[in-house]
């Protein structure tokens, strides 16, 4: 069965400063990948997605996601953190072939001016 | 640019009362989802319908929870009756119809936010 794992409940970093989100998932299989991010009270907007090709895939507002087969990983990177990013970011997995896409549990960002 | 409309955004309701929460996909999205997101948690998915069908509705607790889409449009789900445990955001997403460009990519609306009594 599907299954994603997110290692960490809450991250803080401070403004400017560089951020890595981790995330992995379990698939028999190559799954498509994604992250989405959260705002308080809002639903769910998609950051960017991998579903084959180039391991390294961008994604909208600066952030980047590695595919690391051999780690079954898919982390989340951004260079510098702006305080708008303050946010809740899920990671989710989805069998090929439409069936149901699977959400970790989340980890809540804090930025520190 | 377009968007997943749901209604009500906000619904307190007293345990053993019925509520109702509405959905409108994207135009054109064929599939469409309803997940459940207890606070702290991600969301869980309740039912996922391709147009009218049911494709997955495993996690739907099926004694208190129904989920339709008539027309393969808008849907509704209702939960009769509510019980504490199901306060809850309650998401709706939609994506194009498997097999598409797009498909497995969820567009989600802003939710539902249930409070049970």
Redesign the interface.
């Known amino acids: 069965a599907q299954s994603?794992t997110q290692p960490d409940i809450h991250i803080t970093v401070s403004e400017g400063a560089s951020l890595e989100l981790r995330c992995n998932y379990s698939y028999g299989a190559t799954p498509?990948l994604?992250w989405?991010v959260q705002s308080p009270?809002?639903?769910?907007?998609?950051l960017l997605?991998y579903?084959s090709g180039d391991t390294l895939v961008q994604g909208i507002k600066g952030f980047e996601a590695e595919f690391k087969r051999s780690q079954s990983s898919f982390n989340l990177r951004k260079p510098s953190v702006h305080w708008s990013d303050a946010a809740e970011y899920?990671c989710a997995v989805?069998a090929t072939?439409?069936?149901?896409?699977?959400?970790?549990?989340?980890t809540r960002l804090f930025v520190k001016a | 640019e377009a968007e997943v409309a749901q209604s009500p955004r906000y619904k307190i309701t007293e345990k053993s009362q019925a509520v109702a929460f509405w959905c409108d996909p994207i135009s054109g999205h064929a599939t469409l989802y309803w997940y459940r997101q207890i606070l702290g948690q991600g969301p869980e998915l309740l039912v996922q319908f391709q147009d009218e069908s049911v494709v997955d509705d495993s996690q739907l607790p099926k004694d208190r929870f129904s989920a339709e889409r008539l027309k393969g449009v808008d849907s509704t789900l209702k939960i009769q009756p509510a019980e504490l445990g199901d306060s809850a955001m309650y998401l709706c997403a939609s994506s194009p119809r498997d097999g598409t460009s797009g498909a497995n990519v969820l567009t989600f609306g802003a939710g539902s936010r249930l409070t049970v009594l």
């Open positions: 994603v498509y994604f989405y009270g809002q639903g769910l907007q998609l997605k579903f899920f989805a072939g439409g069936f149901k896409t699977i959400f970790g549990a989340g």
